[in-house]
């Protein structure tokens, strides 16, 4: 494969920093990835060096892309929601950068995963309005139409029934408070019904590791819109942080 139709992901998350080569052509990883545990404390400074050590393992020297799960907006990142707070109003972009030696794109890492399920997963070809709700420690959200993003939605973090939804529907809601799907699928009901009555999805694609057991909860989430599973599941994130920055 020749190189250019190659580009590089690195999805950082709260316990592991995971990267890989892309064939941007196929949607796929060229390569088996890579993963570190995310380093504690999450400082900027050590997980710039953990990108480090990932990139030089695959001997990668050009442009690459990089999550991040909280807001990030122009190359900085803005919230923590459930990172280590010396992040809030980080130049992450900068950081990456001169700790690695190699030029960087910084997204979202729902945001990230939602260009990627659009691109060559559950959404392909789409091109009405398609909103990617990651359920994991937190939950994240994309909002895509005719392909295009609108970054940083952060539809994880409105109110609904008084709470801050993802501290209710999230996944590790679900295992904290050891909900049935049933009870979960309720909560998950209460959620989406506030988030389609603002944005008016056309298809809501379902990421995070919940996902794979899509089946036994799916049945108990009333609500109007179509409900899918995404496609590219722990590889979404890499993938579409590579298609980012090779877009940038
Ligand atoms: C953050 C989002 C992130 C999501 C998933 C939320 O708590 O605010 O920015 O996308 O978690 O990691």
Not at 16 to 33: C, M, T, Y
Not at 176 to 184: A, F, G, K, Q, T
């Amino acid at each position: 494969m020749s190189r250019k139709h190659l580009g590089f992901g690195i999805d950082i998350g709260g316990s592991g920093i995971k990267g890989a080569p892309v064939d941007l052509h196929k949607g796929k990883l060229a390569d088996e990835r890579m993963r570190i545990d995310t380093p504690k404390p999450s400082t900027p400074e050590a997980v710039a060096k953990v990108v480090g050590e990932i990139l030089d393992h695959f001997d990668w020297s050009g442009e690459f892309g990089c999550t991040f799960p909280a807001v990030v907006q122009h190359g900085r990142t803005r919230t923590a929601a459930n990172v280590d707070p010396s992040w809030i109003g980080a130049d992450a972009r900068g950081i990456l950068e001169s700790a690695t030696g190699r030029t960087a794109l910084v997204v979202n890492d729902a945001d990230a995963a939602g260009v990627a399920e659009v691109e060559f997963g559950a959404a392909a070809g789409n091109k009405g309005v398609v909103l990617l709700a990651t359920l994991g420690t937190g939950i994240g959200s994309a909002l895509i139409t005719h392909g295009r993003l609108v970054p940083n939605t952060e539809l994880g973090h409105i109110e609904v029934d008084g709470h801050d939804a993802e501290s209710r529907a999230a996944d590790s809601a679900r295992e904290r408070e050891e909900l049935s799907w049933e009870d979960w699928g309720g909560r998950l009901t209460r959620y989406f019904r506030a988030v389609e009555n603002l944005v008016w999805p056309d298809l809501i694609v379902v990421g995070g590791g919940v996902s794979k057991k899509f089946d036994r909860w799916s049945p108990f989430v009333d609500i109007r819109t179509e409900i899918v599973p995404a496609h590219l599941l722990n590889e979404a994130g890499i993938i579409g942080a590579a298609l980012l920055a090779h877009d940038d």
